[in-house]
């Protein structure tokens, strides 16, 4: 097992009356990627906030890469990248100069601008102003931004919110490039398809509690029906669904009996998404 | 432990982001071109002659002679009608025609007719100033002479011919306003990065809290400072007092980036920054307007903090006032600069919270 670089211990956050994250307790492994999945309000940035250093808890505490971050949050900050939800960039600087402005914030020697806009896919715009970049651009140069320091740890917060498919997809590479590097990420979303497929582990929060954590496949399993869906034709000529529950002890009986009494047209199995688990146990849905 | 590598980077960050808002690095660049051309189209000197024309068809000789001393342009005219006609034309602001027989009236025990021509621009107190001069003139025409002798003394420095010009009164006003555009342009920057989030990703950044105050700091200051400077060394103005203007202005950029910083946890965009910071301005050049308009001084004034800073100003610029002239305002300069600029900060630090 890795070693655990995020530890939360009973992190708790109020604005005034209104808890915002109560009482979450978890741990991230080096090189994991947890998926933090909720609804909007649900606590999602307030705790990466805590676990950051931007907020200070009001109760427990965060610890990241072996530090009290309440404490040491500049000793922690100088080992992550975060990546925020909303676009908060240099707009009248082109995207080589923000990216050399943190870089020279961070102290990264032989910082290769070039290369990282590559990597996002932003070579060629480097010398523009971040003003005349598509939502896309800016939020491919915001993730850029997060890497400046090769962090250990990523915090990324719904970084691929409301892009087109060509942007989402290349900062998903990026993310998967962060964790064959050795990285840690801490992803914050709503999109459960994306994080079905990125993440190691995900973790459900819903109204400031964790009411889920464990592998996408342990969740389905512990949580989804897989199912089998066939369509058959009934000797008059009409279509008709059956519907098969699989894992279960009668499973092959049933399917045999589909196969030997009925003419099957089409068949294919389906398994629950994490949407659906995740209405499963809060009772409602994402947004 | 404030990290001067971070301080560097923030201060050419801030630096870069001024002169890329084009109002702002106008109005710099503009504002320092249009204070020196105001400060060079003004008079370099004040003509304190009072003009008067004159109809007197009986004038002795003695009279004329008398009147013709230093501070007074006299203009002898032939007719009533002449000298009216004068006084429309703007030949001289004001007309006294004195009767033909007025030394006979005198002798006779009469009261005789002046007749006193002036325009509707004329200020009051300058009809006051000639209303006395006419009296003074009766009195030389009728050969008496006033009961009362006066001396003058001098209290203070004696300005008798050399006058305060004025272009030199309004270098003050100048240094007031140069110090708060250049402020507003560090509130604007202030806010817009607020308002943008982008201080909330350097605030995840090894760089503290602190380090962003002392790259402002010096930001703010120094723009003020040097621009102010600038216009000081331009129009020779740093040739009296140097040391003194240079700490009195210093001190008064520091005074007004807290007053930036205060404006910056108010405002929400480089709009509401401008609203608040007319607002602030007019109150900030009530000062400077006493030292245009000496007439205007009230004990008030003294509340204005940028009082101080003008006070100073005025004072080394046009009498050459030296430490001991002006320590006393250096001094509440400073602690009210101290006090702003902490008091910017910790509006500041809790708008960032």
């Not at chain 1, 947890?34 to 705790?47: I, Y």
């Not at chain 1, 032989?110 to 939502?135: C, H, I, M, N, P």
Request: neutral net charge; aromatic residues 6%; hydrophobic residues 50%.
């Amino acid at each position: 097992m890795a070693q655990a670089v995020i530890i939360a211990e009973e992190l708790t956050y109020h604005y005034g009356d209104l808890t915002a994250v109560n009482q979450v307790s978890f741990s991230v492994a080096e090189g994991e990627i947890l998926g933090f999945l909720g609804p909007n309000g649900a606590g999602k940035s307030t705790t990466v906030k805590m676990l950051t250093g931007q907020l200070q808890p009001k109760g427990g505490r965060a610890i990241v890469l072996g530090q009290d971050v309440a404490r040491r949050a500049k000793r922690v900050q100088a080992e992550i990248g975060v990546c925020f939800e909303i676009t908060n960039l240099y707009e009248q600087m082109s995207g080589a100069d923000n990216l050399k402005l943190f870089a020279r914030l961070f102290g990264v020697r032989d910082f290769d601008v070039d290369a990282l806009l590559k990597r996002v896919g932003l070579d060629g715009r480097g010398q523009d102003r971040v003003e005349t970049y598509s939502k896309g651009m800016k939020q491919r140069l915001m993730v850029a931004r997060a890497l400046v320091n090769r962090p250990r740890i990523l915090f990324l917060d719904e970084p691929t919110e409301g892009l087109d498919p060509a942007s989402a997809q290349a900062i998903r590479s990026v993310i998967l490039e962060e964790r064959a590097r050795g990285a840690t990420v801490f992803l914050t979303t709503h999109d459960m398809v994306e994080a079905d497929k990125l993440s190691d582990r995900v973790a459900f929060i819903d109204r400031g509690e964790i009411v889920a954590l464990d592998t996408p496949r342990k969740l389905k399993q512990q949580y989804g029906k897989r199912l089998l869906h066939a369509e058959v034709e009934l000797p008059d000529g009409r279509l008709v669904l059956r519907q098969v529950v699989l894992d279960q002890v009668d499973t092959s009986q049933a399917m045999a009996r589909l196969f030997s009494e009925e003419r099957v047209i089409t068949i294919h199995s389906e398994e629950a998404t994490l949407e659906d688990i995740f209405i499963q146990i809060t009772g409602r849905g994402l947004t | 432990m404030i990290n001067g590598r971070l301080i560097r980077t923030l201060v050419v960050k801030d630096v870069t982001l001024i002169f890329k808002n084009r109002f702002f690095a106008f109005i710099t660049v503009f504002g320092l071109v249009a204070y020196v051309a105001i400060y060079f189209l003004l008079p370099r000197s004040l003509n304190d002659t009072l003009a008067l024309g004159l109809y007197a068809p009986a004038v002795p000789d003695v009279l004329r002679e008398r009147l013709s001393g230093d501070g007074l342009d006299l203009t002898l005219v032939d007719s009533d009608a002449a000298l009216q006609a004068g006084v429309l034309a703007g030949d001289y602001p004001v007309g006294i025609a004195l009767p033909a027989d007025m030394l006979a009236q005198v002798q006779a025990g009469a009261k005789p007719q002046a007749q006193l021509y002036l325009t509707a621009e004329l200020p009051p107190e300058l009809k006051e100033a000639y209303t006395v001069l006419l009296e003074e003139i009766a009195f030389l025409v009728s050969g008496q002479v006033l009961t009362i002798e006066a001396t003058e003394t001098i209290l203070g420095p004696d300005l008798a011919g050399r006058q305060i010009a004025p272009r030199d009164r309004m270098l003050p006003l100048l240094a007031v306003i140069v110090l708060l555009m250049e402020t507003l342009a560090l509130a604007s920057l202030i806010s817009s990065e607020i308002e943008g989030r982008t201080l909330q990703a350097l605030l995840v950044t090894p760089m503290r809290v602190q380090d962003l105050f002392v790259s402002k700091g010096l930001v703010g200051v120094g723009l003020a400072f040097g621009q102010a400077m600038l216009i000081l060394i331009i129009t020779g103005g740093l040739s009296r007092a140097p040391v003194v203007l240079a700490a009195a202005l210093l001190l008064g950029a520091l005074l007004t980036t807290g007053i930036g910083f205060m404006l910056a946890s108010v405002a929400r965009d480089m709009m509401s920054v401008m609203a608040w910071g007319v607002v602030t301005l007019i109150v900030l050049i009530i000062p400077a307007l006493m030292v245009l308009l000496p007439g205007l001084a009230t004990t008030w004034i003294r509340l204005i903090p940028s009082y101080y800073l003008v006070d100073t100003v005025h004072r080394a610029l046009n009498f050459g006032a030296g430490w001991g002239a002006v320590w006393q305002n250096l001094l509440v300069l400073l602690a009210t600069a101290v006090a702003f600029f902490w008091l910017g900060m910790a509006a500041l630090r809790r708008k960032f919270q």
